[in-house]
Structure formats: C-alpha cells, structure tokens
C-alpha cells in the first residue's frame, strides 16, 4: 500500500507565497505522473499542475506564470511553489500520484488527504 501526505498548506494574504510538499511511501513501485489538484467548497476538483517521470510539467491557465511544479524523484515527493497568490487560490489542494505496480503490473492511482489554502487579507 501506498500513503501519501502533504504539508505546507496555511493561511497568507494575497500576493503572497506557500510551498507544498507531498510525501509517497510505502511499497512504491515505478512513480509516473505527479499531479495537484484543488477544490473549493462547491467546486468540482480541478487539476492544477502535472509533472510527467520526464519531468515535462503542464499548468492550469489559471496559475500559469505563479506556480511551479517540482519533484525529488531520491525523496519521492512532488512540490508545488505558489507565488502571487489570489484569494480566488483558496482550497483544498490534494495530491495524486500515478504509481506503476510491478507486482501486479497495473498503473495505481492514488490520493492525499489534502491540505486547506486560505489566501485573505
């Protein structure tokens, strides 16, 4: 099994910046895609950045230009840096991990539990 778990979530005011981090253990397998997503009370969950094993990154229009997406493929963990924060930013971010299981030769999708985003003045 597999658990993931972030930290770095807060609160910050606008223009602001937070770091997030997501932490995969357990029995890794092979790590592909890296993602974050995020959610706002009401909202459906919307991707916000990717990080593919190549390291090729894809962000939501959105957050282009204020978000990096990052990984330490030794740690296995994935980043999220956010600058210039919005209060339209304010969410629960959730990390997703695509793992490739070579007991079972499946792609396993997994989740954290998320952690809360307050941008506010």
């Known amino acids: 099994q597999v658990q993931l778990v972030e930290s770095g979530g807060g609160s910050v005011q606008p223009g602001g910046s937070l770091r997030l981090s997501c932490t995969a253990s357990?029995?890794?397998?092979?790590?592909?895609?890296m993602r974050w997503y995020r959610q706002s009370p009401g909202k459906e969950r919307d991707l916000v950045a990717l990080?593919?094993?190549?390291?090729?990154?894809n962000y939501a229009d959105s957050v282009k230009g204020r978000f990096t997406i990052s990984k330490n493929n030794a740690k296995n963990m994935v980043y999220l840096q956010m600058n210039s924060l919005k209060p339209e930013d304010t969410a629960v971010y959730y990390c997703?991990?695509?793992?490739?299981?070579?007991?079972?030769?499946?792609?396993?999708?997994?989740w954290g539990q998320g952690t809360q985003v307050t941008v506010s003045s």
């Open positions: 997703n991990v695509d793992i490739y299981n070579i007991r079972s030769l499946t792609l396993d999708d997994y």
């Open positions: 990080i593919t094993s190549g390291a090729t990154t």
């Open positions: 357990g029995s890794i397998g092979v790590i592909n895609t």
